[in-house]
């Protein structure tokens, strides 16, 4: 009876489960669909599981075919890119501050980005809006 609990207990192993993997090498900066993603039963904790977490995010490195996609190599289509004028909006209060900068980075929505005052030449840090404002904190 003990050699078939511990048979059973080595058979059980680690968790396998369904992971997400490309189906073909996606590039950094090129949008997920889902004819670019596969199934793929492996034991890689972090891995995405489930495709649609992760169609229409934008990939931040380059994803090769059959390795698992985790969450920090995706991430929302950029909005800002490098060198970009965008508006800085700094809003305290009541009071509401609206300047003119350029990008120093590329990002998407919620995305944290370096900018670059065009008037004082100052760096502030922000968080990219919708509209592709930055919000400086």
Do not use: Q
């Not at 189906?23 to 995405?48: F, S």
């Not at 209060?93 to 980005?113: H, K, P, T, Y």
């Amino acid at each position: 009876m003990k050699r078939l609990v511990f048979c059973l207990l080595l058979l059980a192993g680690p968790g396998w489960a369904d992971i997400v993997v490309p189906a073909r090498t996606i590039r950094a900066r090129e949008i997920i669909v889902a004819d670019d993603l596969a199934n793929k039963t492996a034991n890689v904790p972090g891995a995405i599981s489930d495709p649609w977490e992760i169609i229409g995010l934008e990939a931040r490195a380059a994803l090769y075919p059959g390795r698992p996609i985790r969450p920090g190599d995706v991430g929302p289509p950029a909005i800002v890119d490098r060198n970009d004028t965008v508006l800085l909006i700094f809003t305290h209060g009541g009071l509401e501050i609206i300047a003119e900068g350029r990008a120093l980075g590329r990002g998407g929505e919620g995305d944290l980005v370096r900018a670059m005052n065009t008037t004082s030449r100052m760096t502030v840090s922000g968080t990219v809006r919708p509209d592709g404002s930055i919000e400086v904190r």
